[in-house]
């Protein structure tokens, strides 16, 4: 089946109770690949919309905000990174991630094993507190190289539908104004964030069982390429190299 088949028969299976159809490797990249694209449409839709109400999306290279934030992503988008990694053509940019990730790892500690037990067990509320705690530690992502993202081909939904206007000086970790970023609401952008956020969690709860959940992209990616050198899509997960 295609991706739209497959889609429509997993949230079929969980809303029906039945079932589910396999998600592979395969089925994961092109669920992710599905909504990225949907997804970059629907920001070139919301820079209209930002043209009509005469406010300037602040979002552009080299704007890191939003990259000190502490990142965590469901199983398709992770095996669609490390994938995308896993290519040859993409060597460089897996030298450099794999280069920059020690540091990273060091920096942010325990807080990935943290802030994902808070999303399955915890509130909202505590998530939330905890989540502005980490960010203003300021650890950039370590797919942030000199400013630039190295995945930005497939950086996650969550990169691609977080957009400030008017200036991103309140997405920085060390503004402390207390006034939050302004954003559009944009009704298409919000209930396709809905809808991947169903999907996403069907796909991986068919790979991964109890393991299902919210993980640091970082973290995930780094484990797959290290234990699985030959298959680094796998959806399995495994401790991540110190």
Sequence with gaps: MDVIELMSALLTAEDEGSAPPMVTAEDAIAISAHFHGQADRGAEAL????RKLNVTIACHQGCNGCCHDPLLVRGPEAVAVAGWLARPEHAAAR????AAYPAWRTAVGDAPERLARLLRTGTPAAYEEEHRREKRKAV?????HEGSCLIYEVRPMVCRTTHAVGTSEHCQPGDT???PPTRITFV???NLVALSRRVMRAAEQVAL???AGH???CKTVAAALAARPDDPEGLERSESPT
């Design 47 to 50: 820079q209209g919309v930002a």
């Design 95 to 98: 030298k450099t991630f794999l």
């Design 140 to 144: 950039l992502c370590a797919f942030n």
């Design 177 to 179: 104004s207390g006034i």
């Design 188 to 190: 298409p952008i919000d």
């Design 209 to 211: 069982g109890a393991a």
């Design 215 to 217: 993980e640091a992209l």
